[in-house]
């Protein structure tokens, strides 16, 4: 066997590997596409409602330094 048929059958090999690997991903998807997730059924009960709060978020007293401005200074 010559360097050139050596170069050939090293990247049939090659496909042949990358071949397979796409077949079995294709099967194991195609296997697996009619099962339902029992996590995604699990994680779809728990989400929290989307309804809008009715308190802003953050702290309900406002507490401020001696260093800082009032809220409404740019009203003055």
């Known amino acids: ?6 170069l050939a059958v090293c990247m049939l090999v090659v496909l042949l590997i ?3 690997t796409l077949t079995t ?3 194991s998807m195609m296997r697996n596409a ?3 997730d029992e996590l995604a059924d699990l994680l ?4 929290a409602p989307t309804g809008l709060e009715s308190e802003p ?5 406002e ?3 001696p260093w800082e401005k009032e809220a409404d200074w740019w009203r003055d």
């Open 34 to 36: 009619g099962r339902k």
């Open 1 to 6: 066997m010559s360097a050139e048929d050596t």
């Open 63 to 65: 507490s401020s330094q």
């Open 25 to 27: 991903i294709l099967f």
């Open 44 to 47: 779809k009960d728990d989400e």
């Open 18 to 20: 990358a071949a397979g």
């Open 57 to 61: 978020a953050g702290p309900n007293e």
